[in-house]
């Protein structure tokens, strides 16, 4: 198992580790048998299945982030129970960790093998059987794929990330727009009407008639 830290927005969460290492805890959180184990563990004390607070100690011990907030935790929790029971068993829990968060959905979304692809195919142009030549492939060839590819596809990645950038960017922009307009609405502002005095004189003429008015002003 890997060691975790406190993340104050949600469980825990490896701060301390590098990427490559990261990314072998996501699949090592993949791999059936370990969430067996990590399942067993953790419904040892709760009857051999998780309540809320035992499926969440799992989810975060096997380092997979599914949700945000405490509310998206507690919708997650409600949806993996089938029946009336409270508590969760192991193929809900499978169903828990091996489903897609948003990022791996976004991440789907991205034709990232596309690069690999188009290098792959001047290795093996022209060859009738496509896969079987894929197959005879020596390790420095898939190495030049991987250069090539790799470089493609960061460039790709880059680009789609700029875009949610600016999409965000936009969003940002009209909430404070509307932030702005919402709190212009509420503005108060101060006029100077002038004296009793003016105000009688200036209704006479409009009225055709002298109006006169005992006022005694500072």
Known sequence: MFS????????????????QEHTKGLEYCRQTENLRQCFDRHASTCGGKLGRVELKAAMTSLGKQLVDSVEDFDALYLSLRKDDDERVNFEEFCSAMTK????ESWARSLELWRPFADALSFFIR??????RSLSTLADADLEVVCCVAIGRASAQLKEQVHKLKAMYEVL???????????????????????????????????????????VNEE
């Open 100 to 103: 897609p968060s948003g990022l």
């Open 126 to 131: 022209g060859e009738k059987n496509v896969m």
């Open 172 to 214: 940002d922009r009209k909430a404070s727009q509307q932030s702005q307009d919402g709190v212009s609405k509420f503005k108060t502002f101060t006029a100077n009407a002038g004296s009793v005095r003016d105000y009688f004189e200036g209704l006479g003429r409009r009225v055709g008639k002298s109006l006169s008015v005992d």
């Open 4 to 19: 975790h830290h406190d993340n104050p927005k949600f469980g825990h969460c490896r701060n301390d580790l590098t990427v």
